[in-house]
């Protein structure tokens, strides 16, 4: 093992109060990241490092600092980092107790700082809710209302209250008034907890939207814990948007950018940004994904704008940097700059953006390092060595993934931890990994070798080619390896979360603005 220098509390603390670019990196699961992080931690687990740190932290040489709670992986992160090309890998001093010692404040979830400034918003704009029960009553007397769903469609799909219509954060300012053309129309904004409804409620008060405008307080969450009824499988979407409202809500959002501080930027800059080697600039394309797919600029991931200002810290993982946002309307990029601009980023707009400079069609591809090599097989070779009776596979697909489907008798296991799923499998002749489409599991290949000694396989295609052919599949948990801790349990998700996790999670977003206080590094303002 190298020696890697270590980076303290106070250097990480200073870098964030004078807002340097800090790439802090918890290493770990996402389980145990949830129970308890710094404010500005990004979960990159060791398992999936390769597949995730050039998009989210692109420039080589950023100072990225590392750490875990004494699991060892810190140190094999560090390694790897400095394998890929990073120039400045240190660890955190004495890691998360190190951090704790220190005297830094510690959180709990995913995607904290948004929610955090969520509470933040709300604690110093009084943002208007209604109860779960008020909306119920307006519903039920047929009142003039319209529930305006602002999470992900996915997530709409999944639970959504009763008539919602499924309007993502950033298409609400844009979509609101074809949504509700009569000012007097009460207009509802909902997620499933809080602070995307807060955030959504917010930015249609901030752009003059005339109609009265509440969020659901507590979401879906709060609508279970009332004891009503929540729907499952809606479609109902959001439609065209007239020349004239799309001119309107164009002008106000610029009006709310310009108050919140955001920069403007022409493609000429954004190209002089991104060849600068000292400063990080990520290029997010906020519309709808479908949009992006039909035709984005080169070198832009798509990030729908309100998933970007409620998972800032998965997409753009280094605090301090510069980022840029695209549209195509004006509406979806000045209005998540806005909030991005009071979350304490170095926002900007691109402005003056031409149809023909949305040149490259298709979905984003994450940027990847050379793939390691493997030898691969088709799943018809492995259903032969599977029936022989002495091949394993092993699947390192989402541990949820894997329990709703996967290739009959294949153990799950999560990459970091192959020495110990090694103690709880079965002794193999060979053995074929695979994921979903086996790009993970290449980089575990040679990692096996080596801790067994024995021949490893890829599976060609992965679990994707497996099931196109028909070929045998189960679903359940028999065959974990390790404990499923690749994935926190959000308590606003799925329909059937105990009502206790529900208050639970409630109760600490109310102590969230609290909390920011005592850590006291967050540089958020609101307008």
Same mark, same amino acid.
């Given at each position: 093992?190298?020696?890697?220098?270590?980076? =303290?509390?106070?250097?990480?603390?200073?870098?964030?109060?004078?807002?340097?670019?800090?790439?802090?990196?918890?290493?770990?699961?996402?389980?145990?990241?949830?129970?308890?992080?710094?404010?500005?931690?990004?979960?990159?687990?060791?398992?999936?490092?390769?597949?995730?740190?050039?998009?989210?932290?692109?420039?080589?040489?950023?100072?990225?600092?590392?750490?875990?709670?004494?699991?060892?992986?810190?140190?094999?992160?560090?390694?790897?980092?400095?394998?890929?090309?990073? @120039?400045?890998?240190?660890?955190?001093?004495?890691?998360?107790?190190?951090?704790?010692?220190?005297?830094?404040?510690?959180?709990?979830? #995913?995607?904290?700082?948004?929610?955090?400034?969520?509470?933040?918003?709300?604690?110093?704009?009084? &943002?208007?809710?209604? +109860?779960? /029960? /008020?909306?119920?009553?307006?519903?039920?007397?047929?009142?003039?209302? #319209?529930?305006?769903?602002?999470?992900?469609?996915? /997530?709409?799909?999944?639970?959504?209250?009763? &008539?919602?219509?499924?309007?993502?954060?950033?298409?609400?300012?844009?979509?609101?008034?074809?949504?509700?053309?009569?000012?007097?129309?009460?207009?509802? #904004?909902?997620?499933?907890?809080?602070?995307? =409804?807060?955030?959504?409620?917010?930015?249609?008060?901030?752009?003059?939207?005339?109609?009265?405008?509440?969020?659901? %307080?507590?979401?879906?969450?709060?609508?279970?814990?009332?004891?009503?009824?929540?729907?499952?499988?809606? =479609?109902?979407?959001?439609?065209?948007?007239?020349?004239?409202?799309?001119?309107?809500?164009?002008?106000?959002?610029?009006?709310?950018?310009?108050?919140?501080?955001?920069?403007?930027?022409?493609?000429?800059?954004?190209?002089?940004?991104?060849?600068?080697?000292?400063?990080?600039?990520?290029?997010?394309?906020?519309?709808?994904?479908?949009?992006?797919?039909?035709?984005?600029?080169?070198?832009?991931?798509?990030?729908?704008?309100?998933?970007?200002?409620? /998972?800032?810290?998965?997409?753009?993982?280094?605090?301090?940097?510069?980022?840029?946002?695209?549209?195509?309307?004006?509406?979806?990029?000045?209005?998540?700059?806005?909030?991005?601009?009071?979350?304490?980023?170095?926002?900007?707009?691109?402005?003056?953006?031409?149809?023909?400079?949305?040149?490259?069609?298709?979905?984003?591809?994450?940027?990847?390092?050379? @793939?390691?090599?493997?030898?691969?097989?088709?799943?018809? &070779?492995?259903?032969?060595?599977?029936?022989?009776?002495?091949?394993?596979?092993?699947?390192?697909?989402?541990?949820?993934?894997?329990?709703?489907?996967?290739?009959?008798?294949?153990?799950?296991?999560?990459?970091?931890?192959?020495?110990? +799923?090694?103690?709880?499998?079965?002794?193999?002749?060979?053995?074929?990994?695979?994921?979903? !489409?086996?790009?993970?599991?290449?980089?575990?290949?040679?990692?096996?070798?080596?801790? &067994?000694?024995?021949?490893?396989?890829?599976?060609?295609?992965?679990?994707?080619?497996?099931?196109?052919?028909?070929?045998?599949?189960? !679903?359940?948990?028999?065959? @974990?390896?390790?404990?499923?801790?690749?994935?926190?349990?959000?308590?606003?998700?799925?329909?059937?979360?105990? %009502?206790?996790?529900?208050?639970?999670?409630?109760?600490?977003?109310?102590?969230?603005?609290?909390?920011?206080?005592?850590?006291?590094?967050?540089?958020?303002?609101?307008?």
């Amino acid at each position: 093992m190298s020696q890697i220098v270590t980076r =303290s509390f106070a250097d990480l603390r200073s870098a964030l109060l004078q807002q340097q670019e800090v790439a802090l990196i918890d290493v770990r699961e996402e389980a145990p990241f949830a129970e308890e992080h710094p404010l500005f931690a990004a979960n990159i687990p060791l398992s999936r490092l390769e597949l995730e740190i050039y998009a989210r932290v692109p420039r080589r040489n950023t100072a990225i600092t590392v750490y875990d709670d004494g699991e060892g992986l810190a140190q094999l992160a560090a390694e790897r980092l400095l394998h890929l090309g990073y @120039l400045d890998v240190a660890l955190l001093e004495g890691q998360l107790a190190g951090w704790r010692k220190a005297g830094g404040e510690l959180f709990r979830d #995913v995607n904290v700082p948004s929610k955090a400034f969520g509470e933040l918003v709300e604690s110093q704009r009084h &943002t208007p809710s209604l +109860a779960a /029960e /008020e909306v119920q009553a307006l519903l039920d007397a047929n009142a003039d209302v #319209v529930v305006l769903d602002a999470r992900r469609f996915d /997530e709409y799909q999944t639970m959504s209250i009763p &008539t919602g219509i499924s309007v993502p954060g950033a298409e609400l300012v844009l979509r609101a008034r074809e949504l509700a053309p009569d000012p007097s129309t009460q207009i509802i #904004v909902n997620c499933a907890g809080r602070t995307r =409804s807060i955030i959504g409620t917010q930015s249609l008060v901030n752009a003059g939207v005339p109609n009265p405008v509440a969020a659901l %307080r507590n979401g879906t969450i709060g609508w279970t814990l009332a004891g009503q009824r929540l729907e499952n499988g809606q =479609s109902r979407r959001f439609g065209e948007v007239s020349a004239g409202n799309r001119e309107q809500a164009a002008r106000s959002a610029r009006a709310v950018a310009d108050k919140a501080g955001v920069g403007r930027a022409t493609l000429e800059q954004l190209n002089a940004w991104r060849a600068q080697p000292a400063r990080t600039t990520y290029l997010f394309d906020v519309r709808a994904p479908e949009e992006y797919q039909a035709g984005h600029l080169p070198g832009s991931r798509s990030t729908p704008g309100g998933q970007l200002v409620q /998972e800032t810290d998965h997409f753009a993982s280094v605090r301090g940097a510069r980022i840029v946002l695209a549209d195509d309307d004006g509406v979806r990029a000045n209005m998540s700059a806005s909030w991005l601009a009071q979350l304490g980023w170095d926002v900007h707009v691109l402005d003056g953006l031409q149809p023909e400079a949305f040149s490259e069609s298709g979905g984003w591809s994450a940027p990847l390092p050379d @793939l390691p090599q493997a030898e691969e097989i088709s799943p018809q &070779t492995l259903q032969s060595w599977l029936a022989a009776g002495d091949t394993l596979v092993i699947d390192f697909t989402t541990s949820a993934n894997h329990v709703k489907r996967h290739i009959a008798g294949a153990h799950w296991a999560i990459r970091a931890q192959l020495p110990q +799923a090694l103690e709880n499998l079965p002794v193999a002749e060979r053995y074929v990994l695979t994921c979903g !489409s086996s790009l993970l599991a290449r980089f575990a290949v040679g990692e096996l070798q080596a801790l &067994t000694g024995k021949p490893v396989f890829l599976l060609a295609g992965g679990n994707a080619a497996w099931f196109a052919a028909g070929l045998p599949d189960e !679903s359940g948990e028999r065959h @974990l390896a390790v404990p499923r801790s690749d994935r926190y349990r959000r308590p606003y998700e799925g329909t059937d979360n105990p %009502r206790e996790a529900m208050q639970s999670y409630l109760d600490w977003e109310f102590g969230l603005v609290e909390q920011l206080g005592r850590d006291g590094t967050h540089g958020f303002r609101v307008i």
